[in-house]
T-cell receptor, first 116, second 109 residues
Framework: NAGVTQTPKFQVLKTGQSMTLQCAQD?????MSWYRQDPGMGLRLIHY???????DQGEVPNGYNVSRSTTEDFPLRLLSAAPSQTSVYFC???????????????FGSGTQLSVL | ELKVEQNPLFLSMQEGKNYTIYCNYS?????LYWYRQDPGKSLESLFV?????AVKQEGRLMASLDTKARLSTLHITAAVHDLSATYFC?????????FGTGTSLTVIP
């Protein structure tokens, strides 16, 4: 079972470049989300989606775009990379749009991004 | 603004000792999560606590939830080196998850 798959694992960008971080899940989960992890700050929500065609902003959305054209895929786009976006990015999914019972987030393996 | 605070941020403990990690949160929530992260790895779910007074145990780890105090604890019993990792707590508002800053645990032989 693949679960949540993120690509690439590592990426180095120059300031101003654009790129897309890919996230795919094969569990038919309604909910998908992107987090960034910075030292001493835990994980902060960037964007999330409660289903195909529906996205919304989290705590730190500036500089990032998302779309959800299919249930499986939830790419994160950096339009013009800045050094402040150097971080580790995690994609996560959950079965339903609203958490019920003991449902939880399933995480991908992460993408380490450096912006020079 | 919803806040989730953990303490301590760093914890170094000897094998065989007991210790508790604390997680305070600022919103009403009946559900709290604990995750473990090994260096350079992803997050692995440890516990989902669903209601006030919930207690769950797995091996040397026991988690509890007091929703009235907005407090969860992760108790480590007789620590072993394999428990060295970063531990995160998190709460949700239905469709947004908020994580604590993490507690980096190092167990010293």
């Amino acid at each position: 079972n693949a679960g949540v798959t993120q690509t690439p694992k590592f990426q180095v960008l120059k300031t101003g470049q654009s790129m897309t971080l890919q996230c795919a899940q094969d569990m038919n989960h309604e909910y998908m989300s992107w987090y960034r992890q910075d030292p001493g700050m835990g994980l902060r929500l960037i964007h999330y989606s409660v289903g195909a065609g529906i996205t919304d902003q989290g705590e730190v959305p500036n500089g990032y775009n998302v779309s959800r054209s299919t249930t499986e895929d939830f790419p994160l786009r950096l339009l013009s990379a800045a050094p402040s976006q150097t971080s580790v990015y995690f994609c996560a999914s959950s079965p339903r749009a609203w958490v019920v019972g003991n449902e939880k987030l399933f995480f991908g393996s992460g993408t380490q991004l450096s912006v020079l | 603004e919803l806040k989730v605070e953990q303490n301590p941020l760093f914890l170094s403990m000897q094998e065989g000792k007991n210790y508790t990690i604390y997680c305070n949160y600022s919103t009403t929530s009946d559900r709290l999560y604990w995750y473990r992260q090994d260096p350079g790895k992803s997050l692995e779910s440890l516990f989902v606590l669903l209601s006030n007074g919930a207690v769950k145990q797995e091996g040397r780890l026991m988690a509890s939830l007091d929703t009235k105090a907005r407090l969860s604890t992760l108790h480590i019993t007789a620590a072993v080196h394999d428990l060295s990792a970063t531990y995160f707590c998190a709460v949700d508002t239905g469709n947004q998850f908020y994580f604590g800053t993490g507690t980096s645990l190092t167990v010293i032989p």
